[in-house]
Nanobody
Framework: QVQLVESGGGLVQTGGSLRLSCVAS????????MGWFRQAPGKERELVAG????????YYAASVKGRFTISRDNAKNTVYLQMNSLKPEDTAVYYC?????????????????WGQGTQVTVSS
């Protein structure tokens, strides 16, 4: 079992930045592909960014490419999402998730463990 706890969400103005953190416990984070998902009211949960177990491969949704950066520190059992140039449409609950498969997959139901989520609100 892996427990994931996100932090770093909050209220920010358009153009601002936030850094989300996800700390894992229970098992070493290095065993997992990690993803940051988000879900806005009335919308499906979507993968925003993903990172392979050693950080060698990353994935970004087209809507965030060039603005968000995913990274991980396996020694600290932590994965990060640096979010710059935030827009109102980035407003959502952000979740980190762990996938025990080696492939960097995009569907939520392919991920095994989830955090409780952290709210990000971008005001216009």
């Amino acid at each position: 079992q892996v427990q994931l706890v996100e932090s770093g969400g909050g209220l920010v103005q358009t153009g601002g930045s936030l850094r989300l953190s996800c700390v894992a416990s229970g098992r070493a984070l290095s065993n997992y592909v990690m993803g940051w998902f988000r879900q806005a009211p009335g919308k499906e949960r979507e993968l925003v960014a993903g990172i392979s177990w050693n950080g060698g491969r990353t994935y970004y949704a087209a809507s965030v490419k060039g603005r968000f950066t995913i990274s991980r520190d396996n020694a600290k059992n932590t994965v990060y999402l640096q979010m710059n140039s935030l827009k109102p449409e980035d407003t959502a609950v952000y979740y980190c998730a762990a996938d025990s498969d080696n492939a960097l997959r995009t569907a939520p139901d392919q991920y095994d463990y989830w955090g409780q989520g952290t709210q990000v609100t971008v005001s216009s």
